[in-house]
């Protein structure tokens, strides 16, 4: 299904994107405040308990592959560009600009708990961790932020102990399955019971834009049934396979304990949409971050 949206002024044709899934749930949304967009996700926003968001590559002040909402300090960006890009993301997602807490994410299953003493971690102040691919906190006063240009962004809200987690999830991540391990993590700390998540699975590269070769699939019959591996791959002539991430983390989080009814699952392609998303596959690695922020409010 294509959408044609108007963004800014600028009209855009959005492919991978599916308004219409089962149950007629509307899983994903795209708003825009302040000339501002950023997705939003229907279940999580439903819970009540916290103010999130999903940015897009528009709204911001960076310039040539990196215009314009670029998220990250290592893409050798201007760093004035990058605070002036929070300081807009932050205002239209009605979000404290200090509050932010930012991942270093190495493609570890490593999950941090964040408290209010890490605010501004990444931003205002130097961080004191490194390979963090997770956050956990149950605190208010603090937004955890990890970021994004083709992995799969995780969101978890736990409404009995008012809890939240956000994990950034790419093939390594999803095949060692960091949305358990994050579920765990919120249960070890908070009490969280898998079936009393929401969660939600971001825009991110979608099965026909994601070609791996052989020995990935191999990694994933570790790690799922060969029934699941099935599902979530098709092999090509050429020994390659076309990777559904999506699918994959679906498996991950329903294995782990949480209910599908509370599961929301993109349908948003970043690769199918290099002119409102980074997307590393398309830009050939010319290219800023996206983000996923959450806080408990």
Known sequence: MHLNIVMMGRLYKMNKIDY?????????????NLEVPYFY??????????????????????????????????????IENVFENY???????????????????????????????????GLTWERDYTDIDGFITNEKGVTLVTFYADCVPLLFVDPVHCAIGSSHSGWRGTVNKIGKKTLEEMH??????????IAAI?????????????????????????????NMCDRK?????????????????????IKENNISVTNVCTCCNPKLLFSHRA?????GNLAAFIGLK
């Open 20 to 32: 219409t899934r089962k149950n007629d749930r509307k899983d994903i949304e795209l708003k825009e």
């Open 41 to 78: 996700f229907e279940n999580i926003e439903a819970t009540n308990l916290v103010v999130h968001g999903f940015s897009t590559r528009l709204g911001g002040v960076s310039r040539e592959h990196l215009s314009s909402m670029n998220l990250s300090f290592t893409r050798g960006d201007d």
């Open 87 to 121: 300081r807009r993301i932050t205002r239209a997602m009605n979000i404290e600009y200090d509050s932010l807490v930012l991942s270093m994410q190495t493609h570890t299953t490593n999950i941090r708990v964040v408290t209010n003493r890490d605010r501004g971690k």
């Open 188 to 197: 070890m700390h908070y009490g969280t019971k898998p079936e009393d998540v």
């Open 202 to 230: 971001g825009p991110s590269i979608c099965k026909d834009c994601y070609e791996v070769s052989e020995d990935i699939i191999e990694e994933f019959k570790k790690s799922f049934t060969l029934e699941q591996v099935y």
């Open 237 to 257: 002539t050429n020994d390659k396979y076309q990777l559904d991430l999506w699918k994959a983390n679906q498996y991950v989080l329903l294995d782990a304990g």
């Open 283 to 287: 830009s050939h690695g010319m290219r």
